[in-house]
């Protein structure tokens, strides 16, 4: 017996029914792989920053609670001594006094646009670095990258060829950070062939102090 | 993972569309059909109505069997790998938890440090400006939140509902430079303070992605992302406005459906910075030092 037409019709609303379903499913799969896909590695490093993170955080805590009981016990002259003390450290965070330790130097000779620089930046801020400077501008919390290919302005100011970065931190981490496979150094080492890239420890750096026409003023 | 995925797909299709399976020479016979409806084969007057009946059931079959087709391949890997990732999970969440309490435990320090600060820079033998210091280092440092007028981004995945086969999925998320390059341009054009995703932004913040999680101040973030700044209002949305600026980024938002838009301009508080600020190797230099 033939199967009628409205029975054919019904089998074709529901195949179709079927392949919408599927192109559904696949769609919000894929979307569902592109934006929570994590491998095992991938997990394991969230993993291990947030494990060092932490470490950080409660070193800060310790830091804090220290200087609580030292405000609460001292005597009044060496509380003013330990609020000078913090002016100072927030100084050094912030980039307005020159400053010194031991880090590394990355010198980078070739045409590198705005967006290179603005990467590698966030690079060596990842890396854990404490005073970073490029092309001798202290890098300050609102300074920004612009211009455009070989002609990089970083704090406004042109930095001249070959551009150099300087940061302080541990110098081990920051050269394995910044030299990791992967990492931001081969990706310049690919995209600019005739690049000469030069990564460096140093045992003591001197970082100038932030400078600019504009004062740094804080949002008040 | 994702060509097998594809691969699946494919096949299931093809197996789907295969012209015996529907097309009625093909067909099973109705005591087939009897045999799906667990009735006898006597009822002959019924048949018509069995066999759309059938078909139905059939095609809801194929509809279940297809769900079941594609929900399978996440079931599948539930050995080894997965439990290993479940696991990681709970490190995560547990070392997640342990991070909000951290930032928490800091943010009360500070603020209970700041009225003894502020007792201690008061007295008179305290130096005239050294408060006036502190407040100024505190407000660049960014440990304090800030109240003022500017702007607030809009960034999120595209909300397109369907990608064709050939569309590459990263087109249609966020991504960690986007999120860099409309900071670096909100600084640029003057901004005094910003956040994303209730993130401060310091001297020390970076943004990266592991995998497709995108980390800021090391901590996890997630779509949709609000980036908070405050400056000058007009500077800061001509900034934005700017035909070169961002160009990467709007043409995604034209093609793709990325979400990329000014939703406020207006009074805006950006949460103060929870995080450290010890500096372990650096000290300040003294003034006629020279290089090392």
């Known amino acids: 017996m033939k199967p009628r037409r409205s029975q054919i019709g019904l089998a074709i609303v529901c195949l179709l029914f079927g392949m919408a379903l599927m192109m559904q499913l696949r769609t919000q799969n894929r979307l569902r792989q592109a934006t929570s896909g994590d491998s095992s590695t991938d997990l394991a490093s969230i993993a291990g920053d947030l494990y060092d993170s932490n470490t950080t955080l409660r070193q800060e805590v310790d830091q804090l609670l220290g200087q609580q009981v030292a405000y609460d016990r001292s005597p009044g002259s060496d509380k003013q001594v330990q609020v000078q003390q913090e002016v100072q450290d927030l100084e050094t965070f912030n980039g307005v006094v020159p400053v010194t330790g031991p880090g590394v130097e990355l010198t980078i000779d070739a045409a590198l646009r705005p967006v290179d620089v603005q990467d590698l930046l966030n690079e060596i801020r990842n890396a854990g670095a404490e005073a970073i400077s490029i092309g001798g501008q202290r890098v300050v919390y609102n300074t920004a990258v612009a211009g455009g290919p070989g002609r990089v302005t970083v704090n406004g100011v042109t930095v001249s060829m070959p551009v150099v970065f300087e940061a302080i931190g541990a110098p081990d981490v920051l050269d394995r950070a910044l030299d990791r496979k992967g990492g931001m150094l081969s990706y310049l080492r690919t995209s600019y062939p005739h690049a000469q890239v030069i990564l460096a420890e140093h045992n003591s750096l001197l970082l100038p102090a932030f400078t600019s026409s504009l004062p740094l003023k804080a949002a008040d | ?292």
Request: charged letters at 20%; a negative charge; one cysteine or more.
């Open chain 2, 1 to 292: 993972m994702r060509l097998s995925w594809l691969h699946r797909g494919s096949f299931t299709l093809g197996f789907l569309t295969q012209p015996t399976m529907l097309a009625a020479p093909g067909w099973p016979d109705r005591r087939a059909i009897a045999g799906i409806l667990h009735r006898p084969a006597t009822r002959l007057r019924e048949q018509e109505a069995k066999r759309t009946l059938a078909l139905t059931v059939l095609g809801l079959a194929l509809g279940v069997f297809l769900v079941a087709q594609w929900q399978s391949p996440p079931a599948s890997t539930a050995d080894d790998p997965a439990s290993r990732d479940a696991a990681i999970h709970r490190t995560i969440d547990r070392l997640e938890t342990e991070q909000v309490q951290l930032k928490k435990q800091i943010s009360d320090l500070r603020a209970k440090t700041t009225p003894e600060q502020q007792q201690i820079t008061a007295s008179r033998s305290a130096s005239a400006d050294l408060g006036e210091m502190l407040a100024e280092q505190r407000a660049l440092a960014g440990t304090v939140a800030v109240d003022g007028t500017g702007v607030e981004i809009l960034l999120d995945d595209s909300t397109v509902q369907q990608l064709l086969p050939s569309d590459d999925p990263d087109n249609y998320i966020v991504h960690e430079f986007q999120i860099r390059d409309i900071v670096n341009l909100l600084w640029g054009a003057g901004a005094s303070a910003i956040s994303v995703n209730g993130e401060r932004f310091v001297n020390s913040t970076s943004v990266y992605c592991v995998g497709s999680t995108i980390l800021i101040n090391d901590t996890r973030t997630s779509p949709p992302y609000h980036i908070l700044a405050i400056g000058d209002t007009a500077g800061l949305q001509k900034a934005l406005d700017d035909g070169n600026s961002l160009r990467d980024l709007k043409t995604r938002s034209q093609v793709y459906g990325l979400v990329l838009k000014v939703v406020q301009a207006g009074p805006l508080t950006i949460p103060a910075f929870d995080g450290s600020v010890e500096m372990k190797h650096t000290d300040i230099a003294a003034t006629t030092g020279q290089p090392g």
